[in-house]
């Protein structure tokens, strides 16, 4: 580092008599301003560091720096940075500061780096851990809740102060015996969010938190429909549901979820047919659907980003939330690809990454191709999915839907609904079936009572 000077202007941050925090983060950016090249073995980020200090913003320079002039042998010559910087350089110490970090470092090995860096971490994950206990206690939330978040934030903490991504096995010990304990306190509960179909959330449990929901069929087989009676199941605890609609208008997703909510045949909505008793239906399933926390955004062609910067904000609000998308290959992103499939695999990535980083289940319809039109039986294969490869590989839960009178108006099963759960990650797979009430959009579990009259209509033909 070169190009001492000195300047009027110079501004450096109050500095503490010693605070090991502090020690740790000047030796750290010093590592960097002495070795350019440990740039690279870099694992924070700007929101690292303590704010009580600049050392943040100059973080961020030194990445611009490098990024910009890293084929230069000294990237963080100090005029080349007051030159690019000018007045912001003075705003976080000025030159003098760099060079007092410069000269303060000790040591540029790549295990001192790591011991600072976990220093940085600990410390940051302390922070977070703090604000978002802040922010628990003034959200209302039930005692129950509030132990379960804090349980969730505790984990990520500890992840985040561990630094490194890769645990030595031993230490996931303890946390896998914490696991086990809850799983017998819950034995056959749903550990997830309900979903619509009893038998679904016997095999898996509900929806899982960071877990990706494929929920594929062909067109005209139900999905939409699907969709709005899974959201409605999901929200029954307060859980709250955003429903990216892609496809389909806002008001045409609230009508399916009327119908199926108030049994109103849907075909008397559309067309202002609507009898007397339909009304006091109509106005008892609007108090119930205005009960739940449901929210519906009907941008064409919705681009992923804003789907991420949509579930940041409401996950704020409701920390326990789903995301259903409709569907996955009518979203669209900033990035550009050369194919479908490509952008279609960065789609389902960004996907699978929204509910590991927010915790929380991403349900997303996908397109079938006509391939499965072909098949003697009309079932469908995970193969079926339209530009399937990276899809079939990212999701963790694969769910394809089949009716056997979408095909054959005359058969035995009519009316029935396969959710064929071709994928468990961490649940079993299998075939359940469901009752779809199509005039009425009505997803309904298969009872005793269902089967009983199936059975006496079969003897009757």
Known sequence: MTDHFDDPR?????????????????QYLGSILKNKNRMEDVRLTSQSFSPAWNHGTIFQMLKFAYKKFGKEPDPFNLAIMASHWK???????????????????????????????????????GREMEKARNEIANSGLSAKEIREELDRIEDIAQRTARGNPAANIASLFAEHKKELRRREMIKGEVTGIKSCSDDFNRLSKGHQKQDLIIVAARPSMGKSAWMCNDAFASTEDGTAAL?????????NMLERMISAVGRIELSR????????????????????IGERNIFIDDTVSP???????????????????ILYVDYLQHLTTNEKFRSNAE?????SAELKKIARDF????????????????KQDKRPSMSDIRDCGNIESDGDVIILLHREDYYDASSRRKGLIDLIV????????????????????????????????????????
């Open 343 to 347: 952008k279609y695999a960065h789609i």
């Open 422 to 461: 071709a994928k468990g990650r961490n649940a079993g797979t299998g075939t359940v079936s469901m009752v779809f009430d199509k005039p009425f959009m009505k997803f309904l579990n298969i009872t005793e009572e269902i089967r009983k009259q199936r059975r006496e209509k079969d003897l009757a033909s």
């Open 359 to 374: 915790d929380i289940p991403v349900v997303a319809l996908a397109a079938m191709n006509r391939e499965v039109e072909k």
């Open 10 to 26: 110079d501004d450096r941050p109050i500095v503490p008599e010693y605070n090991p925090l502090y020690e740790a983060e000047l």
């Open 87 to 125: 007045e912001k350089l003075f705003e976080v110490g000025g030159p003098s500061y760099f060079l007092k970090i410069h000269e303060a470092t000790i040591t540029e090995n790549i295990e001192s780096f790591r011991h600072f860096e976990q220093i940085i971490n600990t410390a940051h994950a």
């Open 243 to 251: 429903m990216i609609s892609g496809e389909d208008k806002s008001i």
């Open 303 to 321: 681009k992923i980003e804003a789907i991420r910067a949509m579930v940041a904000e409401m996950v704020k609000i409701y920390p326990k939330m």
């Open 269 to 288: 909505m559309k067309s202002g047919q609507m009898r007397e008793s339909d009304w006091n239906k109509y106005l008892l399933a609007l108090e119930l």
